[in-house]
């Protein structure tokens, strides 16, 4: 009797249990990875466990006073840390608000055949470029070309407006605008780069089957497209924002490091991360348990940010389907 | 011939071999850390003594003044630097015992923006202190104006800027103002960093180039560094009102600083010199060693090192923006120096 498949079963197939050695180097890998996740892991549980110590003299002595307090004075060791929280989250929000717009108009620019693709990808490429630009040098250029940019807009909105309490204050250099823009500047590839991600992942027939409807370009863009990719746009705008809240030396050259909480938008401010690192190098060692305190202050409010993005975005999905 | 030759070449392969052991075996190196403020001088003397001397090679890390007593008092370093001088309670903490020296001085100067750039404004005593104060708030305040008939100062208000982080520069400017300002003294006081008025027209900067960059962009602005950044940025300065009246411009400062008598522990503040020349704002800065110390071998490669600073390195001082030390506390400083064991 002939039988077709039997040379398959005699012969050497390529269906064989595993040997020993591909079980070894799945387990090793497996091993590593585990290892990977723990390291990972352990470090940030030692780098909270270890501010937090340096911390605990601190929050123990003054508890929410360091908080609460607007003064810093090393002279007479009073440090308060509130006007530096609110620097950072007025200066990171209105970093996210214009650096989202613009990133997201630019991501659904570039993905929505609006420019040949080799271009777009040219220009991808260019605006992902703006995120290896060092910290210092957006500093600097913000103090050189941006201040004296917005600084006649920013005269004129004082003289005409200036009854708002945004527009309260002139500008006198560095402050909170110049440093809200730079910040943008600086959140914009990240924003960018993962929502062209978000939108590209959304697939054609969704699209195809807007124009079906008989829907126009920006009907489809606006109605089916961003919609559809929304959680991840709203991810990368959480993204930015975490970017905004620990971004150091373009803040501390351009906000004018001054511990007052204002709403003008041309008043100089304080941020967190700039006071830590302008602060840290001849600190004393009861300002270092300060400083300590602030950095665990800005660790929570980034972990806050996180975790209220992440909910939202899980909402969101929950919401859509 | 030949062989002359090649005993020629054979025994100056030999020293050649022999010397460079040699100098393997005695090579010293040095690590110091600490004020930023004297550091372009420190980092180009020990360059041209290690060009000098293969031997002995110096490394300097600028932190701050702060931050180089701190490793010195960890013993990670072999040498601070500081422009503060050290803290009796940090000195007592060092059993060899600590042996400052002063190894340079510089000025600290007052720089501004003002349109039109008008070159030497006059300070008076009585309004510098109080600009930094947030007292007088505008450039045509009638102070100002009296002191300076032939400059026109607009209606602008003053932006004033200052450090932003701790630095023996506003240490040193600080200690100053409270000298000649009871009201400075009693508000704001002195220290690496005060409590400067937390208003509009404040703002706070890094570093010298923080401040020369913003004070650079901001019409009416005015702030202080420090002299040899000044002259290495090109940047003009006001020129201030001394103890006896008279306005005096940074850069002449040989002569008040011979005045100053160093005391034993080598520390000599003159927050307000005498001197009808004097410009009022200069500053000794220290090295800080160990008495008695461990490694002999580091101990004569420090004093080697000393010696070249207060020889050679005292000549480039003036070109690099920096005040030579007087010839009588040169001698002062070496026979100090002695102590370092």
Known sequence: ?321 | MKKSFLYAVVIAVAALTLSSTSFANEKVRLIGSGASFPAPIYLSWFKSLNKANPNLIVDYQSKGSGAGVQDFLNKTVDFAASDSAMKKEDMDKVPEGVQLLPMTAGEIIVTYNLPGNPAGLKLPRDVYPDIFLGKITRWNDPKIVAANPDIKLPNMPITVVVRADSSGTTAVFTKHLSAISAEFKNTLGEGNTVNWPATNQFIKSPKNDGITATVRQTPGAIGYIEYSFAKLAKIGSALLENKEGKFVAPGNSAETLAAIKIPADMIAWEPDPDGANSYPIVTYTWMIFRKNNDDKAKAKAMREMIEYCLTEGQKTADALGYIPLPQSVVEIVRKAAANIK
């Open chain 1, 1 to 321: 009797m002939k039988k077709p498949f039997l040379h398959n079963v005699e012969t050497d197939s390529i269906c064989q249990p595993p040997s020993p050695s591909v079980i070894f180097v799945d387990r090793a890998f497996r091993m590593l990875a585990r290892l990977g996740v723990i390291l990972v892991f352990s470090l940030i549980v030692v780098l909270v466990l270890e501010i937090g110590i340096k911390a605990l003299p601190s929050i123990q002595k003054s508890g929410l006073d360091v908080i609460t307090g607007t003064v810093w004075d090393v002279g007479q060791q009073k440090f308060g840390i509130l006007p530096a929280i609110w620097g950072t989250l007025y200066s990171s929000l209105i970093a996210l608000f214009v650096g989202g717009f613009f990133g997201i108009s630019m991501a659904i620019f570039l993905t929505q055949d609006f420019l040949h693709p080799r271009l777009a990808a040219i220009f991808r490429a260019i605006v992902e470029l703006l995120a290896a630009i060092p910290s210092v040098v957006y500093g600097l250029w913000g103090i050189f070309v941006v201040i004296p940019a917005i600084r006649p807009l920013t005269d004129e909105l004082n003289e005409s407006l200036g009854w708002i309490p945004f527009f309260s204050s002139t500008l006198s250099g560095p402050g909170l605008l110049p440093a809200a823009l730079v910040l943008a500047i600086m959140i914009l590839p990240t924003i960018a780069a993962v929502s062209q991600d978000a939108l590209r992942a959304v697939p054609l027939r969704t699209k195809q089957a807007a124009y079906g409807m008989g829907t126009t370009h920006w009907e489809a863009i606006l109605k089916v497209m961003v919609p559809t990719a929304a959680t991840g746009i709203f991810g990368s705008l959480v993204l930015g924002l975490g970017r905004a809240l620990g971004e150091t030396m373009a803040l501390a050259m351009l906000i004018g490091n001054s511990n007052q909480i204002s709403l003008s938008l041309f008043a100089p401010a304080n941020t967190l991360a700039a006071m830590l690192a302008l602060n840290f190098p001849e600190a004393g060692p009861s300002e270092i348990e300060v400083l300590m305190y602030a950095a665990l202050v800005l660790m929570l409010i980034t972990l806050v940010v996180n975790v209220l993005g992440s909910m939202i975005i899980t909402y969101a999905q929950r919401g859509m389907k």
